[in-house]
Each structure stands twice: as structure tokens, then as C-alpha cells.
């Protein structure tokens, strides 16, 4: 990776994963878009920005002729809930953005990054340690346009030479940019709530456990994939990462060490856990690890403090 251009950099990932990519290849060699501009956003003002709708290819087009990227990494998509909620416009964006920007990866010879999800599994799939090559039958909008995705970069691969890469992410956790319509998003809810009410009520309820991952190790992930050697790689679309797996009341526990009074209490979106109860329990990340090295630094006990420090100083919250 040389010259990146990324979608979605206002999102969740995109926010800190650009500023990450400024760090290692230098503020003029990521070019951000969005679909809107956030001058709060560091990632909009710390370097070249565009505004970017991806379902008009024309205009992403425009902007790869303008930039000259080596790098395409794809991330502006609808999360779950959302996807249930608006599965048309789930597809127009998450298929429409995707094949606009293959096309434009196969066309301009641009090496290739987009997120799958945990999501891309289903009921029928097997629930512990998940393998990597397994059945991937999901009964949710999101699911489908993600395993739609992860058959659609390895045809770009085979059929064309496009050297596409991917992970299966699990619920991201951050403490810098909120995710937006997700299922996993209570693991982040949590910690503000925990901060500043001492209680939080849970939409997904307890024993239902999902994999999880704090974003430091995702970003070094997105990185330490696309720079890995391609005769390694067997697997490309896409790999199973994860940093740990939980349910509610674990991550409330562990919460409960750093804050003895915070109290969980659970009111279920039957339309979320339905979606929760549909993926994994745990995944398997063993061909991560072999093909490219991957590793994660934290789990729940190392993210839950960083989590709450980092969030008190955010939050201005004393003690
Ligand atoms: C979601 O909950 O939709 C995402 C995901 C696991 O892909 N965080």
C-alpha cells in the first residue's frame, strides 16, 4: 500500500482507520470519502477528503482518475439492524458500493480491502469455534449482501487478478467514533452508560454470546493483511478474526470490577436478538493466524480498563 483511498471514513472503522493509515504511509497518501463531511472528524480535515456517494460509480471513478490510488479500501456499508430495517436500500449500498468499487480495482489494477462480518453466518452454521470454510446460509439482509460480498472478491481474484483481501469482523468496540445500527453495539453502549448514568439496559439478553474485537487490534489487522505476503494467503474473502467472545452479562461483570454500583438491566429488541441469536458464538481464527500472522493484543479484562480510561478522559468524568 502506497496511495489509499477509502470509503466510508466517517464510520466507526474509517474515523480512526484513516488516521492510522496517514500515520504509517503519510497524510497525503490516504485520500478520505464520505457520503458527508464532519469538520469535527479528524479524518475529514487531517488530509486530502472528498465527499463520495458510493452507489454513483461515475463519481468514484472520477476520484480514482483524480488520486491515482494503489489502494482501494472499501468500507462504506449498512450495519445489521439497519439493513432489517431498509433491506432494499441495504442492498443498493452494501452490493451497489462494493461492485462500483471492484470495478473500478479490476479496471485501475488497485489492491483490494473490504469488511465481511461475523454476519455473513446463520443459523445452520456451526455455533463454536466457527471455521473458517463452513456453511453460510444468514436469514438477514446484512448477511446476504456480506456473503454476497466475500463470493464476489474471490471471483474479481480469480477471474481477474484483482488482489482482493478481507476479514469476518466481529462487534468492533470503540471509544472514538460510535458505531451506527449494528447489533454488537451494546458492547460499546455499555461503557458510556456505565460512565455516566451507573446503569445501562441491555437490547440483547443475557447468555447470548457474540464475538467481539477492541479497534486497535482490528486496525492493526486491516494492516497487517493488506501488507502480507500473497503466497501465504490460501483464504482472502474472507478471514475470521476476533479478539474475544461474551455475553451481556459477562462484559457487565467485568465492568462491575472498575465499577462497583453499575447496575445491568435488560429490556430485549426482539428484531436484534433475533439477528444475535442467528450468528456465532465463537469463531475460529486459526487460518488468521497462520496465513498472515494475525494476533489480539486485548480481551474483555485489558479492553474494559483501556475502555473506561480512555472514555473518562473523553467524557471529562472525574475518578
Ligand atoms: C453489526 O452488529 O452489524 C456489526 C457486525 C458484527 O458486523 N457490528
Known amino acids: 500500500m502506497k496511495k489509499i483511498l477509502l470509503t466510508g471514513s466517517l464510520g466507526q472503522i474509517g474515523s480512526e482507520l484513516v488516521l492510522r493509515l496517514r500515520e504509517e504511509y503519510g497524510n497525503d497518501n490516504v485520500i478520505a470519502t464520505d457520503i458527508r463531511r464532519d469538520e469535527n472528524n479528524k479524518a475529514c480535515t487531517d488530509g486530502p477528503f472528498e465527499l463520495l456517494d458510493v452507489t454513483k460509480g461515475e463519481d468514484m471513478a472520477a476520484l480514482v482518475q483524480k488520486h491515482r490510488p494503489d489502494t482501494m479500501i472499501h468500507l462504506a456499508a449498512l450495519l445489521s439492524a439497519v439493513c432489517e430495517a431498509k433491506p432494499q436500500l441495504a442492498w443498493a449500498i452494501n452490493m451497489g458500493g462494493l461492485v462500483n468499487a471492484l470495478e473500478l480495482a479490476r479496471e485501475y489494477q488497485l489492491q483490494f480491502f473490504t469488511p465481511s462480518s461475523i454476519g455473513a453466518f446463520g443459523p445452520s452454521t456451526p455455533k463454536d469455534l466457527t471455521p473458517q470454510v463452513t456453511i453460510q446460509r444468514p436469514n438477514t439482509m446484512y448477511g446476504v449482501t456480506k456473503v454476497s460480498g466475500e463470493l464476489l472478491c474471490d471471483y474479481y481474484f480469480k477471474k481477474f487478478g484483482v488482489d482482493t483481501r478481507g476479514v469476518r469482523f466481529p462487534g468492533l468496540i470503540s471509544y472514538v467514533a460510535p458505531p451506527g445500527g449494528g447489533t454488537t453495539d451494546y458492547a460499546v453502549d455499555i461503557y458510556y452508560e456505565a460512565l455516566l448514568k451507573g446503569e445501562y439496559t441491555s437490547f440483547i439478553k443475557e447468555g447470548t454470546k457474540m464475538d467481539m474485537m477492541y479497534m486497535p487490534d482490528a486496525l492493526n489487522a486491516v494492516i497487517q493483511l493488506m501488507e502480507a505476503d500473497p503466497a501465504k494467503l490460501k483464504n482472502r474473502n474472507a478471514f475470521n478474526i476476533s479478539g474475544m467472545s461474551f455475553a451481556p452479562e459477562e462484559i457487565a461483570q467485568e465492568i462491575k470490577k472498575h465499577l462497583p454500583s453499575f447496575q445491568m438491566k435488560y429490556d430485549v429488541d426482539p428484531i ?28 474483555l479484562a485489558a479492553m474494559t480498563k483501556d475502555m473506561l480510561d480512555k472514555l473518562r478522559i473523553k467524557l471529562n468524568i472525574q475518578g
Not at 272 to 298: H, L, M, T
Open 272 to 299: 436484534r436478538q433475533g439477528i444475535a441469536d442467528s450468528w456465532p458464538n465463537s469463531i475460529d481464527v486459526q487460518c488468521a493466524k497462520d496465513e498472515w500472522g494475525f494476533r489480539a493484543q486485548y480481551d
